[in-house]
């Protein structure tokens, strides 16, 4: 448990919080790229695509030095393509199954087309986004857990994940962790069109981009219920349904754009033994149960940690509270729907009348102690969870927080059951309902849940140590 104080002997306050957060984000990226300059200096790396670099297709007879550095030995595996997209534009087939935020961004901030400023930009873009990153959980968790110390635990586990890796390479997960954590606090704050800009921009970072639409149809649907059930008003529903289809019709554009961009230029006017497998949508080992083969046990084994984390998180919850749960919120009492992520637009109306947002610590602490009185007492199923009052749901088992495990399912299944599965690491890693739920077990840990923690530190402090070790060799599987 995190334990930290103020100047004056009393309980610290955010800004404090943010400060550990900025800390801790920024000690543990200096951390990673150090450690990937120095096993890229003294190993020999399992992928020797670093230094290959062969001239533009639009430039043949331009040369593109090379100058090796530690920094450029570590441009590998998905490096290279977004490297090469910056140089050169999409070239390849290949090229497509990147998308082209972090290749326009490293562009953009690097003022010659050469592979070494190229790559030294994508570096401080992706660790500079990791660090706002935090600093949006954070403040994304405090808003809608309403526990600042729960919230600065998350923020704090975010920045030592499993995936550290990948957020301090030239990867896309810190952008996309960026905007999606971004934009998920400006929901919960009520700035729909700044949120939705974040999602958009999301989904131009990694493709799960555009599923952050889920959270604004979310509202959508129970405020068009609202007001079509709860004050007969035909005309208000279906003008709160057009404004939520037009906003996420605005997440899906980019993602779509971009598709139908590589789609028409390596699918349309081609002879038929020219188009390539993919565009008849042939993708080998995608797809409902595709991956499911004896010979992927391996890459099954590896995503165990991330995928047994989000089934506690999604099953405690359900369990917890079934009623919510599986009535997709419209069985949850009216006093907690009173808030942003369910009614209200209005950030101010919902600080006024969200009771359960702005439920006391006291109150918190009661439920929590009534909860360990029982367990000490080895009566764990009679504690009351159906019975207890709005107020007293506190953090990750409030309403609120029932989109978003939502979300985490989904994601989890479509990992397990369609992808291949050993990107499911980096893919969930980026899901808020993980790090609530994992400082949720270790503020309470029951007596049935503390199996599940030590499992999963220990899993996952394996993988990190892994990782750090032969920096990205670790992901020798990982999809192209």
Not at 91 to 97: R, V, W
Not at 99 to 124: D, E, G, M, N, Q
Not at 149 to 157: C, G, N, W
Request: net charge positive; hydrophobic share 45%.
């Amino acid at each position: 448990m995190v334990e930290t104080s103020g100047q004056h002997g009393g309980p610290p306050s955010p800004d404090q919080h943010q400060v550990l957060v900025l800390k801790s984000a920024i000690y543990s990226r200096l951390l990673l790229v150090t450690l990937i300059i120095l096993f890229r200096t003294l190993v020999s790396p399992y992928d020797t695509s670093a230094p290959l670099n062969p001239p533009c297709l639009s430039a043949p007879n331009a040369t593109l030095l090379n100058h090796p550095s530690s920094l450029e030995n570590a441009v590998v595996w998905d490096s290279v393509y977004f490297l090469r997209i910056a140089q050169c534009g999409y070239e390849y087939e290949q090229s497509f199954a990147f998308l082209p935020l972090l290749p326009f961004s490293a562009s953009l901030f690097s003022f010659l087309a050469l592979r070494p400023l190229l790559a030294l930009s994508a570096y401080v873009i992706n660790n500079l986004a990791f660090v706002l990153a935090a600093l949006y959980l954070y403040k994304l968790s405090l808003t809608l857990l309403n526990h600042p110390q729960m919230a600065l635990r998350a923020a704090l586990l975010f920045c030592f994940n499993p995936a550290s890796i990948f957020y301090s390479s030239i990867y896309s997960e810190s952008l996309y962790a960026l905007l999606c954590f971004g934009g998920m606090y400006h929901f919960v704050s009520g700035g729909n069109n700044l949120a939705v800009l974040f999602f958009a921009l999301s989904g131009c970072a990694r493709s799960n981009g555009v599923l952050n639409a889920g959270y604004l149809c979310f509202q959508t649907m129970h405020r068009a219920y609202h007001a079509l059930f709860h004050k007969n008003h035909v005309t208000l529903a279906l003008q709160i349904a057009i404004v939520g289809a037009l906003r996420s019709a605005c997440i899906f554009a980019p993602f779509v754009a971009f598709q139908a961009y590589g789609y028409y230029n390596m699918c349309v006017g081609r002879s038929p033994d020219e188009i390539r497998p993919w565009c008849k949508a042939r993708i080998p080992g995608v797809g409902f149960l595709r991956y499911f083969q004896l010979k992927q046990l391996p890459n099954f084994l590896l995503a165990s940690p991330i995928l047994s984390l989000a089934l506690c998180s999604v099953v405690y919850y359900a369990k917890s509270r079934p009623q919510n749960f599986f009535s997709l919120g419209f069985f949850t009492p009216m006093e907690e729907k009173n808030c942003v992520v369910f009614l209200s637009n209005d950030l101010s109306r919902s600080k006024e009348t969200c009771n359960v947002e702005k439920s006391s610590v006291r109150v918190e602490e009661h439920f929590n102690l009534r909860r360990r009185k029982n367990v000490i007492k080895g009566d764990v199923a009679n504690v009351p969870i159906e019975s207890e009052p709005a107020e007293a749901w506190p953090g990750y088992l409030s309403a609120s927080v029932l989109p978003f495990v939502l979300h985490l399912g989904f994601m989890a299944c479509t990992a397990f059951f369609v992808m291949h599965v050993q990107v499911s690491t980096r893919f969930l890693s980026a899901s808020p309902p993980l790090y609530w739920f994992a400082s949720y077990i270790m503020a309470y840990p029951a007596k049935s849940f503390r199996w599940v923690c030590c499992f999963q530190t220990s899993i996952l402090l394996l993988n990190e140590k892994k990782s750090r070790r032969f920096s990205l060799k670790a992901v020798a599987l990982v999809e192209v």
